[in-house]
């Protein structure tokens, strides 16, 4: 029961520091925003809007290695390596990450729709390769 306890004090440790790094980039983001704002003013267009057939066509298209690993920047790509299966693109760390690289890599897997799968040494990061 005890190492239960602990497993479980351990895993609130990580959450609250993962907390702590997605607040510090919820903020940079908002002081980047606000800054492009200030300098570009009302230059800024939106993007067009795409036809029905181009989205279509997006959502069927399958990702490659190359589009997941164009998705980090060269830092975080380092600490990867990226593998095909069937139906996913695995992408595993190299070496610890660290919590903050941890929540870069997660936040970027999961705004493809993928997810984290925790299995001690076999933990990596699923890709879908259909959006």
């Known amino acids: 029961m005890s190492g239960e306890k ?3 004090e351990r895993l609130v440790e990580r959450i609250d520091e993962l907390l702590v790094v997605l607040s510090r980039i919820s903020d940079d983001l908002r002081s980047m925003s606000e800054s492009i704002k200030s300098v570009v003013g009302s230059q800024v267009t939106q993007p067009a809007p795409q036809t029905p057939e181009a989205v279509s066509h997006k959502i069927h298209e399958n990702k490659s ?10 830092d975080l790509e380092a600490l990867l390596s990226f593998q095909e299966k069937d139906d996913y693109i695995m992408v595993k760390p190299r070496q610890f990450l660290g919590s903050e690289n941890f929540a870069k890599i997660a936040s970027a897997v999961r705004g493809m729709g993928g997810e984290y799968i925790s299995a001690g040494k076999d933990s990596h990061f699923r890709v879908p390769k259909k959006a």
């Open 6 to 8: 602990e497993n479980l």
């Open 65 to 74: 290695v190359e589009d997941v690993r164009v998705a980090f920047p060269e």
